[in-house]
Nanobody
Framework: QVQLVESGGRLVQAGDSLRLSCAAS????????MGWFRQAPGKEREFVAG????????SYADSVKGRFTISRDNAKNTVDLQMNSLAPEDTAVYYC???????????????????????WGQGTQVTVSS
């Protein structure tokens, strides 16, 4: 199995930037996709961004496209989420997720739904004040 630990969440003001990190351990960092999801109070968990093992393929929710950037460093077993131009609507607990075959079978595969991922972190709180 793999363990995922998110970090970087904090209180920020609207318009600020924030970088979240996710560290993976317990399994070789190879041929698996990573993703970020978030859950706001009273809402379902939603997809934010995903990245393939190779790092060449990414996917973003329409609500964050152009503002957020997902990246990974396979040598360090980490995946980051750079968030710019934050707004109060971005307030949520952000979760890191990892997915493996058969849901992801090539280094270029990326997913945008919860059921595609196998492992989840505990989440990190991001609060954006107006």
């Amino acid at each position: 199995q793999v363990q995922l630990v998110e970090s970087g969440g904090r209180l920020v003001q609207a318009g600020d930037s924030l970088r979240l990190s996710c560290a993976a351990s317990g399994r070789a960092f190879s041929i698996f996709a990573m993703g970020w999801f978030r859950q706001a109070p009273g809402k379902e968990r939603e997809f934010v961004a995903g990245i393939s093992w190779s790092g060449d393929t990414t996917s973003y929710a329409d609500s964050v496209k152009g503002r957020f950037t997902i990246s990974r460093d396979n040598a360090k077993n980490t995946v980051d989420l750079q968030m710019n131009s934050l707004a109060p609507e971005d307030t949520a607990v952000y979760y890191c997720a990892a997915g493996f075959p058969p849901q992801f079978t090539t280094p270029q595969d990326v997913g945008d739904t919860e059921t595609q991922y196998h492992y989840w972190g505990q989440g990190t709180q991001v609060t954006v004040s107006s």
